[in-house]
């Protein structure tokens, strides 16, 4: 299983970038790399995804370098609302279990 | 959008009790999954299922059994409540047939084992 790696909090202000970076030094061929982001009393939902390189969608981007073992989530310009923990999830479908880390908690102050 | 329905949001039992933690997803999705979040750990996976009447073990099973007698439904079952069991619950679930399916989580059931 690929064990990930992420700081256990990060503080920022409103309208700065943060990027927020996980090791997952075993990561198998076949595994993905996905992000959630989780409020209090709520479930993890879904941000963005990637294998290589970089993705970006409406919400985040996601930097995945050549070898792998490591990714950063990016989110531009954040918002009070963006407090939460994100969680990085390495791993695929296929017959294996989708292991979570401990998350980042992302503290953003006004 | 996917809709992963947990049944109760908050319950209270007392140890020894037997606790059935109901969840229900309305997008026929094969893969459904049962993990606990405590302070400091994360999420942890109880069990999974890949199909009905199919279930895997996850990182910590002890303690837990699941049953998925309909596709839709993936039930968690404490068969004898301790206080460590105290957590929250999380069911989520995903389509099969694919490497990078995501995960679609309900809210969440706080339970507290007195």
């Known amino acids: 299983l690929a064990k990930t790696t992420q700081p256990i909090s990060m503080d920022s202000y409103e309208g700065q970038e943060v990027n927020i970076t996980c090791s997952h030094n075993?990561?198998?061929?076949?595994?993905?790399i996905t992000w959630y982001q989780q409020f209090p009393s709520q479930g993890p939902r879904f941000i963005i995804q990637?294998?290589?390189t970089k993705v970006t969608n409406e919400v985040a981007s996601l930097f995945i370098p050549a070898d792998r073992k490591s990714s950063t989530l990016s989110l531009p310009r954040v918002s009070l609302s963006d407090t939460a923990v994100y969680y990085c999830?390495?791993?695929?479908?296929?017959?294996?279990?989708?292991?979570f880390g401990g998350g980042t908690r992302l503290m953003v102050k006004p | 959008d996917v809709k992963v329905t947990q049944s109760s949001r908050y319950l209270v039992k007392r140890t020894g009790e037997k606790v059935f933690l109901e969840c229900v997803q309305d997008?026929?999705?094969?893969?459904m999954f049962w993990y606990r979040q405590d302070p400091g750990l994360g999420l942890r996976l109880i069990y999974f299922?890949?199909?009905?009447?199919?279930?895997e073990k996850g990182d910590i099973p002890e303690g837990y059994s699941v049953s998925r007698e309909k596709k839709e439904r993936f039930s968690l079952i404490l068969e004898s409540a301790s206080t460590n069991q105290t957590s929250m619950y999380l069911c989520?679930?995903?389509?099969?047939?694919?490497?990078?399916?995501?995960?679609?989580f309900g809210s969440g059931t706080q339970l507290s084992v007195l």
């Open positions: 997008m026929d999705h094969e893969n």
């Open positions: 989520a679930s995903s389509l099969e047939g694919q490497l990078n399916e995501k995960l679609f």
């Open positions: 075993n990561i198998a061929t076949n595994d993905y």
């Open positions: 990637g294998y290589k």
């Open positions: 999830l390495v791993g695929n479908n296929a017959g294996n279990m989708l292991t």
């Open positions: 299922s890949y199909d009905v009447k199919m279930k």
